[in-house]
């Protein structure tokens, strides 16, 4: 499902059961996978990857380097960038970085995810929270910038 007011470009590849809500853009040579939800107003791409069974909430772009696996949530208004030092002078398309989001990751509304870090499976980042390292799996992340609250314990 792809609601009429949205934008699909050509070379992408959306799974079967995903819907694409209201207002949405999904920019070439990006991958949807099976069973995502897709809230109003979400750009993705070019060439982000997004797991199966992934929900993105309103108002999320996830821009060229974020890579999101299976069985995450991204909370309303999350944050990605893929450019530590931005200038609007400095062109720095080749200086995108890799920002990985791993299986069953939480991600808060209105959290920051600065480019270059990994989340570990499972972990929990928490609404408004910024992070900017990467932590392992099982993480709960809090504040500015984020720091681990506690690890899980849960098994899933």
């Known amino acids: 499902m792809i609601h009429k007011s949205s ?4 070379n992408v ?8 809500w209201h207002f949405c853009h999904i920019l070439s040579g ?11 107003n979400v750009m993705i791409g070019p060439d982000v990857i997004v797991g199966d069974n ?3 909430q309103n108002n999320v772009s996830l821009y060229k380097g974020v890579f ?6 991204i909370g309303p208004s999350a944050v990605f960038t893929n450019v530590k030092y931005p200038r609007a002078y400095i062109e720095q398309k080749n ?21 270059g870090v990994t989340l570990g ?3 929990l980042v928490g609404a408004g929270s910024v992070v900017t390292k990467t ?8 504040g500015n910038p984020a720091r681990v609250n506690k690890k899980m314990k849960i098994k899933f």
Do not use: H
């Open 68 to 73: 999101i696996e299976d069985d995450v949530f």
């Open 95 to 115: 200086n995108f970085e890799k920002t990985m989001i791993k299986k069953g990751c939480t991600i808060g509304a209105n959290a920051t995810i600065v480019c």
């Open 7 to 10: 934008f699909v470009d050509d």
């Open 13 to 20: 590849k959306i799974g079967e059961g995903s819907k694409i």
């Open 121 to 123: 499976e499972y972990s």
């Open 54 to 56: 992934v929900k993105i």
């Open 135 to 142: 932590y392992p799996k099982n993480s709960i992340l809090i």
């Open 30 to 40: 990006t991958i949807i996978g099976k069973n995502c939800t897709i809230g109003q």
